[in-house]
């Protein structure tokens, strides 16, 4: 073991369990409890990977999931993850990882070189650079700009893990199990709530796992967090989470989260078991006590390894037993850096000095470091970080009375470590998300929670009280409060936990470190580590007009990495602000976004992969479908069979063998699909006649009648057959795709505009399975179904219903048609569909009945000029665009869609008219959505006069056809049209009436 | 015009329909054989209409939400303020509808065969409700939905009736059935992690 | 995700709904007496307040109910779910609605 910078005890990981990992090659040991970040600390090693823009060396700067630079590729092949942050990666036994945006390798990199030529990428280089021409972007630029920045590689193998999704409900969702998280679970907990209680880290106590000596109820930190976690444990009705990020914050408390189930163990070690869930969880009341994070200061060259924050460094050696750094140089402007510098001390590490930006100091931090021989130096900052891939020492200067510049002569002092702070930020990230406004402290010199908007509250660190004693209070507190605002009384009194308190002293904001020479002029004083945004970059966005915020931070990309800026934005926004002279809380801060740490496409997945990926309704016959070898056409969400080869087919032979059995002898579709609602009551007939637009009021019992149903604006919607059952009774057919649109349609009429109308509607789409047996013979297979149905012409005329039992099952049997020919639409029961379907198979083989799809549905019925909506409709299109002003009644005085008939745009000469076009080459089958133009040698922009809707071979007719929507196009009969297409070609169309076949309609009636 | 032929389960490709789950104690998924389902409309503070479906039901309509009443032959749901299902056996629902219609006369009314429209998946075992958690958004914890209640929701994007039979916990899942296949390979895959089994025919 | 308290069915999440626009828009009694106009404004024109806003939902997957809801359109706080006057009214006592309806032989059957 070769932990060159393992403390010889203390730390929480578990010393005896040694555990190896790949580091960039080269094999490391760590022990269990470490993190990939603290495992490499302890082995010496700070340089990680190199910056996004300039290839930057970089190391670690923090200790959690603010983590900006130490972003790291783990494992290989399909278990690869790029941009993990290493200083939330617990290590495994044979854990492989890399450096990103580093080639050939991290210390020695190639795209360093980009440093040196900085100057083109200064703020808004994006916008400067690669501007123009627009085309060059995709092919050229963008890959140049990933291939030289890096943002780490994406898997090219399938995922081999699983993913899923978990609903919960509770009374109280606690974020964060640090002192002010576990106290308000303990205290919701104690009142029988439900309560979940999630934190991103594998051990809960948050804040106080980095801490040392910190007792509560005179007990250490850690022997109160375990005992609170015991007691919660002995609550049934409370989960817990650790591992698992609060990561969005949604309306009416909704939130989502991130578990991560396996990702501390060996990949592969837990087959069956998902490697990340998603929580979806809505809460009754939401406690926030996420923390906050450390601010770096921002002075030259503060990014390099061995720049670290103060507050992370504390952990390292507190609860990992790692010390950062063998001699340590503090930077500060507030008194929380001063336990960083007493617990290194403590844990032999050389602090040589404290340098404070303060005028002052003497609180008792400081009293303390003092006691222990650490020199601390006021006034001062460091004005140069001597070192390129790791710290060698600083060089420390005067501060000049109004803290703008140094003065005074530089005194070196050696170090490997800058442990810094610039005061904290409250992580109010999933406050703002709530929609809850923020607040400007100005003592804090950070943004807080003020007012709130949904069902939370906010308590300790992530509310802006950072002592301990405060966290516990108002953790204490928010717990009961929302117990009660849960309607839950507290079966006792609240048992706030005690701390002791410690006075702090006021931080010196000083948002930009002055140091050796001017700010752009040398070195680099960097906000937005990930980005790779200076200090230098933000005053030139100033400059150049960027005053807004959110403008600064979309021409700079400040604060919009994998980050989202937890370390940078106040930084940013208060030096736009000092550039602009105005006061922090007047320039604002942007809006925080979910999710709060990046999440896996997997998690987002979830189970919806592969053949759950979306829903797929199949209808009762599918077995038997799927046994013919049926090719399948998604139509909605349904599987519908497209066509039926037979032996080696291809799909245009399937379609013509098919449409000439259905012409000539019979053939079968499965229409199962079409949506059916039953309707009952007195006024059911009344009811029909102010939906659709022709007359129902006399239709007879046992009559069929197709409808069309329009909006108000007089636009079609939709369309279908209807029968009278009985009296009181109808059966409305509607399109498949249309079938819950248009139940909730007519509800919506019934339910609000005419609740006096007596009429009920059932659905009953899935009642009923239906095969539509179409052609000359039709008649025939369906008297040998149904031997005791009388099918003349007289007893059973077109457009009329009869009940039957067919092979055994009673039935419903339409003589309806949608290919023009004689045709019976049988429906049975779906739970015997399947049984009738193989007997009328049977009976009609001597027919060679043949079962066919929606294509040669579609080609037969646009034969007929029968329409589809959704086709030859989009929503712009009336009854008579159509031709089809007989459907609409002239006597009705109104039914929903009729006054805008009236209106002026209705009627307009220049409207679209479906007609029919004959190509000139008949062989030649245009592409549907191609558009017409009168004159193909007119010079462009052609005006367009309309779109081909649909567009087929016709066996039938032995040569191609096509339905269009034209402007004026029942005056254009005979003219040509053309059809400008890919490629040039231009084809020529003559224009006819949309009928094609059996215009008379002989054959349905038959 | 009541027939007695065998009654095709909705994911028969995968499950036969079985008529009663085995006492077991894990985790266990099957269809139950197609039952009779008759949907019922109808006004129910109209006291002729509730005497007339009392009447032919022989037990108390469940008005209040989300609610089931059952007897030995019949279970009705409720489904809305004016609407219920009523399970029945298989082929049952020919004669109850009969009986209904002629209960309530010229009473407006809807009564309607819907015995084809959905598939009824049974899932029971301790892990049922993790199980459900995974696409149901429907807080099922057994102080807030307990035997005896139903819910018209949604499960894996999925329009359901969920009914709670027992605390075992067990659920019945009826599904449109042409969603049925969908659900089941759904079912299938989240029970996955706990063992889950699928009854045997 | 909105949490709609469904005046039927009670509280369920937002994906079981379907929007329905702006509320209390009553159809004219007969439209063939309006202009072009104010037929023009009923199809097309809508209020869209920033702030309360009254507007019509249909529980799709529930129990298909339309009714109104209240909702804060900038913090999307839901003020008022009420159903139409018309509709039937939600039902607390099964005992009671049910009178005397149901037979004696019914009480084997309470709430399994
Ligand atoms: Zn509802």
């Given at each position: 073991m070769t932990n060159t910078h393992r403390t010889p005890t203390g730390g929480t990981?578990?010393?005896s369990k040694t555990i190896s990992f790949t580091f960039n090659g080269k094999s490391y040991q760590g022990h269990a409890g470490d993190t990939l970040a603290s495992a490499l600390l302890a082995n010496g090693?700070?340089?990680v990977g190199r910056s996004f823009k300039y290839h930057r060396p970089r190391g670690i700067l923090?200790?959690?999931?603010?983590?900006?630079?130490?972003?790291i590729q783990l494992?290989?092949?399909?278990?690869t993850e790029p941009n993990l942050r290493a200083t939330q990666i617990e290590i495994y036994e044979g854990l492989t990882a890399s450096s990103q945006?580093?080639?050939?390798s991290v210390e020695f990199?190639?795209?360093?070189?980009n440093n040196l030529f900085s100057k083109i990428f200064v703020a808004g280089f994006y916008y400067k650079t690669f501007?123009?021409?627009?085309?060059?972007?995709?092919?050229?630029?963008e890959p140049i700009i990933r291939r030289a920045a890096g943002l780490g590689k994406s898997p090219?193998?399938?995922?081999?893990d699983i993913y899923d999704k978990m609903h919960a409900h509770c009374e109280v969702l606690v974020v964060g199990a640090g002192p002010a998280g576990l106290a308000a679970a303990l205290e919701a907990a104690r009142g029988g709530a439900r309560v979940i209680l999630a934190d991103?880290?594998?051990?809960?106590?948050g804040s106080l796992l980095g801490s040392r000596g910190e007792t509560i109820d005179g007990m250490p930190a850690l022997e109160w967090v375990a005992k609170a976690e015991a007691e919660l444990r002995s609550h049934p009705e409370v989960t817990l989470l650790p591992?698992?990020?609060?990561t969005g914050y949604f309306d009416h408390n909704y939130l989502v989260m991130a578990e991560r189930?396996?990702?501390?163990?060996?990949?592969?070690?837990?087959?069956?078991?998902?490697r990340q869930r998603l929580w979806k969880v809505r809460a009754a009341q939401v406690v926030l006590a996420t923390g906050s994070h450390e601010r770096p200061l921002v002075f030259a060259?503060?990014?390099?390894?061995?720049?670290?924050?103060a507050g992370a460094a504390r952990t390292y050696v507190n609860?990992?037993?790692?010390?950062?750094?063998?001699r340590v140089v503090v930077f500060t402007?507030?008194?929380?850096a001063y336990q960083a510098a007493l617990d290194l001390h403590d844990s032999?590490?050389?602090?040589p000095a404290i340098i404070d930006l303060r005028k002052s100091v003497d609180g008792p931090l400081a009293r303390k470091a003092r006691a222990q021989g650490i020199r601390i130096i006021t006034?001062?900052?460091?004005s140069e970080v001597e070192g390129?891939?790791?710290?060698r020492g600083v060089q420390v200067q005067a501060l000049a009375a109004d803290g703008e510049t140094v003065t005074g002569p530089a005194e070196s002092i050696a170090c490997d470590l800058i442990a810094m702070s610039g005061g904290w930020n409250p992580a109010v990230h999933l406050f703002s998300q709530s929609m809850g406004k923020l607040r400007y402290d100005e003592a804090l010199a950070a943004f807080v929670p003020n007012l709130?908007?949904?069902?939370e509250r906010s308590a300790g660190a992530c509310k802006g009280s950072f002592a301990l004693p405060a966290c516990l209070a108002e953790g204490a507190e928010a717990g009961r409060a929302a117990l009660a605002a849960a309607g839950?009384?507290?079966?006792?009194p609240a048992r706030v936990p005690t701390a002791e308190a410690l006075e702090e002293q006021p931080l010196r904001p000083l948002w930009i470190v002055p140091g050796?020479?001017?700010?752009?002029?040398?070195g680099k004083h960097f906000v937005d580590y990930q980005n790779d945004v200076t200090a230098a970059d933000v005053l030139l966005a100033s400059r150049e007009g960027y005053q807004s915020v959110e403008h600064l931070k979309r021409y700079t990309?400040?604060?919009?990495g994998t980050d989202q800026g937890k370390t940078s934005n106040v930084n940013a926004l208060a030096i736009l602000a000092k550039s602009l002279a105005s006061p922090i809380p007047q320039v604002g801060t942007t809006t925080f976004r979910p999710p709060y740490t990046p999440l896996t496409y997997g998690t987002i997945a979830g189970r919806d992969v592969?053949?759950?990926?979306d829903v797929a309704r199949v209808t009762p016959i599918h077995a038997w479908h799927v046994e013919q070898g049926a090719v399948f056409e998604d139509v909605g969400q349904w599987k519908r069979p497209w066509y039926f080869p037979r032996g080696a087919e291809t799909m245009e032979e399937a379609v013509r063998r098919e449409c000439r059995a259905v012409r000539t002898s019979v053939g079968v579709l499965d229409a199962s699909t079409l949506g059916k609602i039953d309707i009952q009551g007195p006024d059911a007939a009344t009811f029909l006649n102010r939906m659709y637009t022709n007359a129902w009021l006399k239709l007879d019992i046992g009559r069929c009648r197709y409808g069309v149903m329009c909006k108000e604006d007089g636009m079609i919607m939709d369309d279908g057959v209807t029968t009278r059952l009985g009296p009181n009774h109808f059966i409305m057919t509607t399109t498949t795709g249309n079938a819950a649109k248009v139940l909730d349609w007519l509800e919506e009429y019934l339910q609000?505009?005419?609740?006096?109308?007596?009429v009920y509607l059932t659905s009953v789409t899935e009642q009923w399975s239906t095969a539509s047996i179409a052609g000359p013979k039709a008649r025939e297979v369906v008297a040998a179904l149904?031997?005791?149905?009388?099918?003349?012409a007289e007893a059973f005329p077109f457009m009329s219903m009869k009940e039957a039992v067919v092979a055994g099952v009673p039935a419903r049997i339409f003589r309806i048609s949608f290919t023009g020919e004689l045709s019976y639409e049988i429906n049975v029961p779906s739970h015997q569909a399947l049984h009738v379907w193989r007997e009328m198979m049977r009976v009609g083989a001597r027919y060679d009945i043949t079962p066919y799809g929606t294509e040669t549905m579609h080609v037969l019925r646009a034969e007929k000029g029968y329409i589809i909506v959704g086709q030859e409709t989009d929503?712009?299109?009336?009854p008579f665009d159509l031709g089809?002003?007989?459907?609409?009644?002239?006597?009705?005085?109104?039914?929903?869609?009729?006054?805008?008939?009236?209106?002026p745009g209705a009627v307009d000469d220049g409207r679209k008219q479906l007609v029919g076009l004959l190509p000139e080459d008949p062989a030649f089958v245009l592409q549907e959505g191609a558009q017409i133009v009168?004159?193909?040698?007119?010079?462009?922009?052609i005006p367009m006069l309309g779109h081909v809707t649909s567009s087929y071979y016709s066996e039938t007719l032995g040569r191609s056809f096509a339905l269009a929507l034209i402007k004026n196009g029942t005056n254009r009969l005979d003219q040509a049209v053309y059809a400008p297409l890919d490629g040039g070609r231009i084809v020529k169309c003559t224009v006819t009436k949309?009928?094609?076949?059996d215009p008379e309609g002989v054959r349905l009636h038959g | 015009m009541a027939n007695a032929l065998p009654r095709a389960g909705a994911v028969a490709r995968f499950a036969p329909a079985v008529t009663a789950l085995a006492s077991s104690a894990g985790l266990v998924l099957a269809e139950m054989v197609p039952p009779g389902q008759v949907n019922l409309r109808g006004n129910p503070s109209d006291p002729r209409f509730l005497r007339a479906a009392g009447s032919v039901l022989n037990?108390?309509?469940?008005?209040?939400?989300n609610t089931v009443q059952s007897t030995d032959d019949i279970t009705v749901l409720w489904l809305g303020p004016d609407e219920w299902l009523i399970l029945t056996a298989p082929g049952g629902e020919t004669e109850l509808i009969e009986r209904l219609r002629a209960a309530l006369g010229d009473v407006h009314a809807a009564v309607t065969?819907?015995?084809?429209n959905r598939a009824r998946l049974r899932l029971s075992g301790p892990e049922a409700r993790m199980v459900l958690a995974k696409g149901c958004?429907?807080?099922?914890?057994p102080q807030r939905f307990k035997a005896g209640q139903c819910a018209q929701t949604t499960m894996a994007r999925v329009g359901i009736i969920l009914h709670q039979?027992?605390?075992?916990?067990t659920y019945d899942i009826l599904v449109r059935r042409s969603f049925a296949e969908y659900t089941w390979m759904w079912l299938k895959d989240a029970m996955a992690e706990y063992g889950g089994t699928i009854a045997a025919g | 995700m909105l949490l709609i308290n469904?005046?039927?069915?009670?509280p369920r999440d937002e994906t079981e709904f379907s929007y329905g626009g702006e509320a209390h828009r009553v159809r004219p009694a007969?439209?063939?007496?309006?202009t072009d106009e104010q037929w023009a404004d009923f199809l097309f024109m809508r209020t869209n307040p920033k702030g309360a806003h009254k507007e019509r939902w249909v529980h799709s997957h529930g129990c298909r109910r339309w009714f109104n809801v209240e909702r804060h359109?900038?913090?999307?706080?839901?003020l008022n779910v009420y159903p139409p006057a018309s509709a039937p009214q939600p039902v607390q006592d099964i005992e009671a609605a049910n009178g005397d309806a149901a037979p004696a032989s019914s009480q084997k059957g309470a709430r399994s």
């Open positions: 990981v578990d010393r090693v700070h340089l923090s200790a959690g999931s603010e983590e900006p630079n130490a972003l494992e290989r092949g399909a278990h945006n580093a080639w050939p990199d190639v795209g360093a070189v501007m123009h021409p627009q085309s060059m972007w995709m092919r050229v630029y090219q193998e399938a995922d081999p991103e880290q594998p051990r809960f106590g591992r698992t990020t609060v189930r396996t990702d501390h163990l060996p990949r592969g070690s837990k087959p069956g078991v998902s060259d503060n990014d390099r390894p061995g720049v670290m924050l609860q990992f037993g790692v010390l950062p750094g063998r402007n507030n008194d929380s032999g590490a050389a602090v006034n001062s900052a460091i390129g891939k790791k710290v709130s908007v949904q069902a839950l009384d507290a079966a006792e050796k020479k001017p700010v752009g002029q040398k990309t400040t604060g919009m592969g053949e759950l990926a609000t505009e005419w609740p006096e109308l007596k149904a031997p005791d149905l009388d099918l003349s929503g712009t299109v009336t089809m002003d007989w459907i609409v009644s002239k006597q009705k005085k109104d039914f929903v869609g009729k006054r805008s008939y009236a209106r009168e004159d193909a040698d007119n010079r462009t922009p949309p009928v094609f076949f | 037990c108390l309509l469940p008005v209040g939400a065969d819907v015995s084809g958004g429907l807080d099922l914890h039979l027992d605390d075992r916990p | 469904c005046p039927w069915c009670g007969d439209p063939s007496a309006l359109t900038v913090t999307h706080q839901i």
